[in-house]
T-cell receptor, first 112, second 111 residues
Framework: DTAVSQTPKYLVTQMGNDKSIKCEQNLGHDTMYWYKQDSKKFLKIMFS???????INETVPNRFSPKSPDKAHLNLHINSLELGDSAVYFCASSLVTTDTQYFGPGTRLTVL | EDQVTQSPEALRLQEGESSSLNCSYT??????LFWYRQDPGKGPEFLFTLYSAGEEKEKERLKATLTKKESFLHITAPKPEDSATYLCAVHASGGSYIPTFGRGTSLIVHP
């Protein structure tokens, strides 16, 4: 009965590669998010996607792009990976009426 | 720009030793203030939402309060299983779906 799931849980890759992280929620929520949590545990929002509206944190490099095939999925594509992209990435979802966020278990990305 | 500052950064308590965590915020208009708990290797888990000054919410040994400038998470007689990082986040009014998180307070409760 996983509410928000992410795959893979761990991702190890070389610099310059392109990778994707998948996220699915079965809560019927209308808004999904991607967060990056650095080594100091700071949770920084990258994207918010509500129905057809994408809100991008302007500090996020355009190598990162969210793709939403439907309301239950929000995948994260990363091109030309850099060492500084190493972090834990969390997907979350919520209802726009409540804002309470439900987080996935995270994907630990390591760029070598 | 919305800002959230949490203090202390880290807190060590003995089992049964009550204390409080602070979340100070600056936001143009508060739509909601949220507390989350994060265990190592896991995603944050929702604890409370507070919407207006004077509001209080309780759950087991935790109690969250809100003023116009800050929120407190009071922990009464903590147990080792309360050890976690506690995150505070604010949602501003105005239609944005972007929350602002604080850097968290890492709590360790010793038996």
């Amino acid at each position: 009965d996983t509410a928000v799931s992410q795959t893979p849980k761990y991702l190890v890759t070389q610099m310059g590669n392109d990778k994707s992280i998948k996220c699915e929620q079965n809560l019927g929520h209308d808004t999904m998010y991607w967060y990056k949590q650095d080594s100091k545990k700071f949770l920084k929002i990258m994207f918010s996607y509500n129905n057809k509206e994408l809100i991008i944190n302007e500090t996020v490099p355009n190598r990162f792009s969210p793709k939403s095939p439907d309301k239950a999925h929000l995948n994260l594509h990363i091109n030309s990976l850099e060492l500084g992209d190493s972090a834990v990435y969390f997907c979350a979802s919520s209802l726009v009426t409540t804002d309470t966020q439900y987080f996935g278990p995270g994907t630990r990305l390591t760029v070598l | 720009e919305d800002q959230v500052t949490q203090s202390p950064e880290a807190l060590r308590l003995q089992e049964g030793e009550s204390s409080s965590l602070n979340c100070s915020y600056t936001v143009s208009g508060l739509r909601g203030l949220f507390w989350y708990r994060q265990d190592p290797g896991k995603g944050p888990e929702f604890l409370f939402t507070l919407y207006s000054a004077g509001e209080e919410k309780e759950k087991e040994r935790l109690k969250a309060t809100l003023t116009k400038k800050e929120s407190f998470l009071h922990i009464t007689a903590p147990k080792p299983e309360d050890s976690a990082t506690y995150l505070c986040a604010v949602h501003a009014s105005g239609g944005s779906y972007i929350p602002t998180f604080g850097r968290g307070t890492s709590l360790i409760v010793h038996p």
